[in-house]
């Protein structure tokens, strides 16, 4: 299994405004995948980050809105950008060993 | 769309009886994973079958995979308060060398003591 990390566990942020939220795995891996996950709502995936590359993202997601970093192998970092009430959501970040994949604990986000 | 959709979305039983949740699918897949979600936190994952096998327990857990009919199964026996949670069902694909998880909506159980 992997141990994930995410800061912050929730916040509060204005309209206009971004969040950085940041995640730690406590072991080595090459892809991880950000998600997001609308109140009432299943996950829906927004991007995967490979190391050393850009992150591929999916379809109604773009780089501008949510840009991503993976400066390392255990560390990622997801920007929710010029944030409105519908970004309101909890994010997820995943990693993938051996087939299995697990989750952080999530940020809730509140858009005022 | 490789999308699952889960049924019941919501399913409320007594403490000590079995919750069965259903899973179906559109395409194919690599292999099949269900995960639980307690009160909109982190998922924790609970089971991965692949889609060569067609069926595996885990502790009370049992999850059976059909993929003949493009449907999964989640049976947790001897229901517990504890079980009270959200379960989603996740189709694995292979596209340009990544597994990409695909969720379902979700059942949503509750065990009354």
């Known amino acids: 299994s992997a141990v994930i990390s995410q800061k912050p566990s929730r916040d509060i942020c204005q309209r206009g405004t971004s969040l950085t939220i940041q995640c730690q795995v406590d072991?080595?891996?090459?892809?991880m995948f950000w998600y997001r996950q609308q109140p009432g709502q299943s996950l829906t995936l927004i991007a995967t980050?490979?190391?050393?590359?850009?992150?591929?993202?999916e379809s109604g997601f773009v780089i501008d809105k949510f840009p991503i970093s993976r400066p390392n192998l255990t560390f990622s970092t997801l920007t929710v950008s010029n944030m409105s009430p519908e970004d309101s959501s909890i994010y997820l970040c995943?990693?993938?060993?051996?087939?299995?994949?697990?989750f952080g604990p999530g940020t809730r986000l509140t858009v005022t | 769309s490789q999308q699952g959709e889960e049924d019941p979305q919501a399913l409320s039983i007594q403490e000590g009886e079995n919750a069965t949740m259903n899973c179906s699918y559109k395409?194919?897949?690599?292999?099949l994973q269900w995960y639980r979600q307690n009160s909109g936190r982190g998922l924790v994952h609970l089971i991965l079958i692949r889609s060569n096998e067609r069926e595996k327990h885990s502790g009370r857990l049992r999850v059976t995979l059909d993929t003949s009919k493009k449907s999964s199964s989640l049976l947790i026996t001897a229901s517990r308060a504890a079980d009270t949670a959200s379960y989603f069902c996740?189709?694995?694909?292979?596209?340009?060398?990544?597994?990409?998880?695909?969720f379902g909506q979700g059942t949503r159980l509750t065990i009354n003591p």
């Open positions: 996740a189709t694995a694909g292979v596209l340009q060398g990544a597994q990409k998880l695909v």
């Open positions: 980050a490979n190391q050393g590359s850009e992150a591929t993202y």
């Open positions: 995943s990693v993938i060993n051996t087939f299995e994949q697990y």
């Open positions: 395409t194919s897949i690599n292999n």
């Open positions: 072991s080595q891996v090459t892809m």
